[in-house]
């Protein structure tokens, strides 16, 4: 089935891409509202292109990237306001055994967006070095890099807090 315009593509589509073009938009901080935008976005460019993809995972390497510049692009505009609720968060199953969602979610939200993206696509989507380096267009290397030094930035936010207490 290559035809994007068929309801059976728009159903497929909407099953297995909504959730994490959702959660995407909320790791840049975006509203529900604008997710669903996104993904309306998203499928209208595919049915314009009609695209075919050989598998699944350049289907959805694809959809994703799409999805990461449409936020990107919502950042950029002058709508946009820098109002960021940790409400947004809802969806994530990032914890730790001696911090609850939100006290992550808050130590995750303090990093620079590139550090930020990492965490999500490879520790909260699960996405290997080389998928993730696809979405963001930046080498697996780089990834791996970007992923150590967050870890450390976590940690680092983790024994500040601790030695707080």
């Not at 380096?133 to 680092?156: C, E, T, Y």
Request: net charge positive; aromatic share 12%.
């Amino acid at each position: 089935m290559n035809d994007w315009k068929t309801r059976e593509k728009a159903e497929y589509f909407v099953n297995t891409y909504s959730d994490i073009i959702l959660r995407i938009c909320i790791t840049y901080s975006l509203s529900k509202e604008d997710a669903f935008d996104i993904c309306q976005n998203i499928y209208i460019k595919l049915m314009k292109k009609n695209m075919v993809f050989e598998d699944y995972r350049k289907e959805r390497s694809y959809i994703i990237k799409i999805a990461v510049n449409e936020c990107k692009d919502i950042l950029k505009s002058s709508r946009f306001k820098k109002n960021v609720s940790i409400d947004k968060y809802e969806n994530t199953s990032f914890l730790s055994s001696h911090y609850d969602e939100m006290e992550i979610l808050d130590i995750i939200k303090k990093l620079p967006e590139k550090y930020r993206n990492i965490i999500y696509f490879c520790c909260i989507e699960g996405f290997t070095s080389d998928e993730t380096s696809d979405i963001l267009g930046i080498s697996p290397s780089a990834v791996r890099k970007r992923l150590s030094r967050a870890r450390n930035m976590i940690k680092k936010y983790m024994e500040v807090d601790y030695e707080g207490l």
